[in-house]
């Protein structure tokens, strides 16, 4: 008897310590825009980046749309009030680019014609440096232009160009190089509305500021400044879901890099944002889904879209590809594997409607303390008042997980009095594929990608004698609006 009582208790006490996470939290929300809140977020800041050799899987053609990718892209559209931007460009279809050999024809290009309203980055090739290959980027920028139209948001002239050094370019390669040959294709090509320079990693000598010091926006045409970035691509045991991707930290540490060439810009071009235009997870994209591709890496998602919006950070185009374990959806049947809708879309429709429309908003950080608990307030950019408060609680907790799930009660404190809208971002565990709700909406194939009411999650919370008391299970996001 005895022994089956401390038995328990120690059990209990295993039960509780399995929490990373207090019991309960109590903060202070400022009322008005803090000085440290971002500026004011393009309502584009959910983009889409679509690798070269995926476009026609997730585009199709002037004959066969895919409605389904375009259905998806619409409900983000219907959020935000704005176009969604989408970037169409990538190492593919150049020489040794992954994967190598590919060529594009005519009904490539016709996927520009699918999804109305969309505005376009379209990458022209620069790494292949044979005669003849400037007039073939020449020519493919004519006929993606047929489709673009009037839809056009810049060109990119050469991907990842830091990375051509020894690989495409003589390994002595540079910034003054690189310029040289930028200059001459963007002549070729006659546009004003580019981005550049396309980089990487953003590692000395390939910079934006040396860049731009070495003149690259001389004639004035460069729209916006384009940045790559994956949060982990290594392969070591110690990179799990929830100490590299379901980590506040982890996220701050990794983005914070980017206030660098972002206040450098801000100071010397301040019309030239700089866009995380080719983003995700990547873990080198394939056999991970586990890590990249489940429910948890949408709060994971959602976490770095929202941080990076604090640190002005304009745009993220996420990228996606077919098959890579970390797309937000499969566009066609895949080696078996059926259209599916996967989890990380979730978190595009969800940073979607933080933004909202059609009001302004800025947004602002809220440091609670502990790695795997994440807030922001947001705030009406006309009124500078709180509208909105965002908690991503990033405990894992799986299906499988021998304990319940955990949950925090968090206290914000705040003078003001009202009703707030609660809505959820959540699935049955950090692990899942499916039933996944937002506001308790899914998107699936079944629905053609459409979205689906099959849940209410939604409540309704008065703040009272000066706090708003909510309370968030592991592995789920919550949207507060004041009504
Ligand atoms: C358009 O896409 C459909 C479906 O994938 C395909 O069957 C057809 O051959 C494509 N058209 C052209 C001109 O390639
Ligand atoms: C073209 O690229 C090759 C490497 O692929 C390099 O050796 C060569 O110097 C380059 N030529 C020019 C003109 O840059
Ligand atoms: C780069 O190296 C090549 C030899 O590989 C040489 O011909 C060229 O002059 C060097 N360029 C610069 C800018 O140093
Ligand atoms: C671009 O470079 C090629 C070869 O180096 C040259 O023939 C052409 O005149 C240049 N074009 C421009 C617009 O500078
Ligand atoms: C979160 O990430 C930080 C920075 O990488 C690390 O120090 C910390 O241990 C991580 N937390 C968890 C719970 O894994
Ligand atoms: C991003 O974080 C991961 C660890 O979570 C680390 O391996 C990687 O080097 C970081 N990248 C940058 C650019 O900070
Ligand atoms: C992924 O795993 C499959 C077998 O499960 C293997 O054939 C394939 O080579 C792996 N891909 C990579 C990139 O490791
Ligand atoms: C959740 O599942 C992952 C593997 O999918 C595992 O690494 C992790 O330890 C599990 N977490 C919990 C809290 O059970
Ligand atoms: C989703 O829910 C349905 C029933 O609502 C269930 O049959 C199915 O197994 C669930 N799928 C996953 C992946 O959790």
Sequence with gaps: MMYSILLSLNLAIALISA????????????????TIASG?????????????????????????????SRNLINSVTEKTGTAVHIRVGGTSATPGG?????????????????????????????????????????????EALKYIGQNLEALEVGNEVDLYPGRVRSANYSVREYIHEWMNYTSAINSQVLAAPVYADHREPWLI??????????????????????????????????????????????LSYFSQP????????????????????????????????????ALWLADYMLYGMTLNIRRMNIQLSTGFDYTSWRPVEYFGAPPAVLPPYYAQVFVADVIGAPDDVRISNLDLGPDLLSAYTVFSANSEKIAKAVLVNLEEWNTTTT??????????????????????????????????????????????????????????????????????????????TLC
């Design 262 to 297: 972002v206040n450098w810009l801000k100071q010397h071009h301040p019309d030239i944002p700089v866009y995380l235009a080719e983003t995700n997870s990547d873990t080198a994209s394939t056999n991970d889904t586990d890590l990249i591709g489940v429910f948890g890496s």
């Design 403 to 480: 304990y319940p799930s955990p949950s925090t009660q968090v206290q914000l404190l705040t003078p003001i009095k009202g009703l707030w809208r609660i809505e959820k971002l959540t699935a049955p565990g950090a692990e899942s594929l499916a039933n996944i709700t937002w506001a308790g909406t899914s998107w699936t194939y079944e629905s053609n990608g459409l979205p689906i009411q099959v849940a209410d999650t939604t409540e309704y919370v008065h703040s009272m004698k000066g706090v708003l008391d909510v309370r968030i299970r592991a592995s789920e996001a919550l949207l507060l």
């Design 209 to 254: 500021a040396t860049t731009f010091e070495e003149g690259i926006d001389k004639n004035n045409n460069i729209k916006s400044a384009s940045l790559h970035h994956y949060m982990e691509t290594g392969n070591l045991p110690t990179i799990t879901r929830q100490a590299s991707f379901m980590n506040h930290t982890a996220i701050v540490n990794n």
């Design 19 to 34: 929490s990373d996470l207090p019991n309960h939290i109590r903060v202070s929300i400022p009322t008005n825009v803090p």
């Design 40 to 68: 004011v977020i393009d309502h584009a800041y959910p983009g889409f980046a679509i690798a070269q050799h995926a476009f026609q899987d997730y585009a199709g053609n002037l004959s066969h749309p895919n409605i389904f």
């Design 98 to 142: 992954i994967p190598a050999g590919i060529k594009l024809g005519p009904a490539w290009f016709e996927g520009f014609a699918s999804f109305p309203g969309v505005q376009w980055t379209y990458m022209a090739h620069l790494a292949l440096n044979t005669s003849g290959a400037e007039a073939n980027a020449v020519a493919e920028v004519k």
